[in-house]
């Protein structure tokens, strides 16, 4: 069962269903995996699935007993150069939804959200999610909800008594490349916003963010 190729489809599915295919996915499982079978999902259930004769349809077949290992996290976080490498690996760890924040620091404004998007599928695919994440639109930091946010904080790094776990926690913030400006610090600790260590190291965002939702999936 590992190897059989996995495919999202942005639709409800249902058994005995012909759900038109695109040309890609033909594709890719005629002429790049070899085979005309394969696994579809959506929405927390998988599907066996198999190619028509005419290559027009995947015929979806009987429900998997494949559970979804997805969890309830939202990941905030700052737009970052590598932001491919990031969202892929938050994607793999679970994560329900992905909100990109813009903050005094982020230097990644002109983000290409369709690729980000056909990335976070993929992702999905690959983890054995049966579910993707919802990807938000990007809000300003002033405009950010800060109740129940846990943020991970890197003045862990410059001596600052922070917490090494926070029981409870869904709803995780990662900065920027440079990392939160103190007036950001100022206005999250003045909101009651709890800080998470992630050691006392300073670490790239990209690694920062799969540190930081271990620990809180992981709680």
Known sequence: ???????????????????????????YLRHVMRRNDCLVFNNGTEYNAILSEDNNFLIIGQKTKHTDPSNKVIFYFAPIKRLDEML???TQLGVAVLQPVITDRTVARHINWNRMQKIIIEASEQSGRNSIPQLLSPIQFKDLDFKDVVVADERAGHGKNVADRVIGCEKIFVGPEGGFSSQEFEIMDKNGVRGLSLGKT??????????AVTKVVNK
């Open 1 to 27: 069962m590992q190897n059989i190729p996995r495919i999202f489809l942005n639709q409800t599915l249902n058994q005995q269903e012909m759900v038109p295919v695109d040309k890609n996915i033909v594709h």
């Open 88 to 90: 892929n690996m938050v």
């Open 202 to 211: 300073i670490l790239r965002a990209e690694v920062a963010a799969v540190v």
